[in-house]
């Protein structure tokens, strides 16, 4: 059964810097892999969506790379900005029926002003 | 082009009542997939729907069931509530081109159980 993690489970960083985001997923066979942010008590906002075929894709300060082989992804910030504050999610699309789609639980990301 | 839109956004019940909740997908979207989030277990996936008809279902008890519409507005319905089933209930809604299935989500029901 698909299991998806996200380290760490929560992260603070001077506005500014460059961060990364850590997703790794146990099964391999999957179509796509998502990330989103969710603010609190709203609903997810999708950020990139990566293709099994594909290595990487970019969307302003944003990129997110994938890794099927190892089972990683990994969403880098460019330049943290106080908005980017957020819980970041992680979703892979499974090829298994029953699951469809897996989250991992978020890093809770902090930029401090 | 507007996005998935759910109400209400809030409901308080009590333990033993049913409860209905409403999703519209973004116009031409024709799959509409359910989630439950709680702080203990997070995201989980409930069931999808496309064309009027259940295409996947998680590992949910019978009590949660859904349905959706010609026009492809989805409902979800949970009968004999249990404190239990307090959490954020997310729908999210996608093209569905093959494997390309980026998925859209509303801003969620917030659904207390007392």
């Known amino acids: 059964k698909q299991e998806v993690t996200q380290i760490p489970a929560a992260l603070s960083v001077p506005e500014g810097e460059n961060l990364v985001l850590n997703c790794s997923f146990t099964?391999?066979?999957?179509?796509?892999l998502q990330w989103f942010r969710q603010d609190p008590g709203k609903g997810l906002t999708s950020l990139l969506l990566?293709?099994?075929?594909?290595r990487e894709q970019t969307s302003g300060r944003l990129n997110a790379s994938l890794d099927k082989s190892s089972g990683r992804s990994t969403l880098y910030i460019a330049a943290s900005q106080p908005g980017d504050s957020a819980t970041y999610l992680c979703?892979?699309?499974?090829?298994?029926?029953?699951?469809?789609?897996?989250f991992g639980k978020g890093t809770r990301l902090h930029i401090l002003p | 082009k507007a996005g998935v839109t759910q109400t209400p956004r809030y409901l308080i019940k009590t333990r033993g009542q049913q409860v209905t909740l409403s999703c519209s997908p973004i116009?031409?979207?024709?799959?509409v997939s359910w989630y439950q989030q709680t702080p203990g277990q997070g995201l989980q996936f409930l069931f999808e729907?496309?064309?009027?008809?259940?295409?996947n279902k998680g590992n949910f008890p019978g009590r949660f069931s859904g349905r959706q519409f010609s026009n492809s507005r989805s409902e979800m319905n949970v009968s004999t509530l249990e404190l239990g089933d307090s959490a954020l209930y997310l729908c999210?809604?996608?093209?569905?081109?093959?494997?390309?299935?980026?998925?859209?989500f509303g801003p969620g029901t917030r659904l207390t159980v007392l």
């Open positions: 999210a809604s996608s093209l569905d081109r093959g494997d390309y299935n980026e998925q859209f």
């Open positions: 099964d391999s066979a999957i179509y796509n």
């Open positions: 990566i293709q099994s075929s594909q």
């Open positions: 979703a892979v699309s499974t090829m298994n029926r029953d699951d469809k789609i897996i």
């Open positions: 116009s031409g979207h024709r799959s």
């Open positions: 729907y496309f064309s009027e008809t259940q295409r």
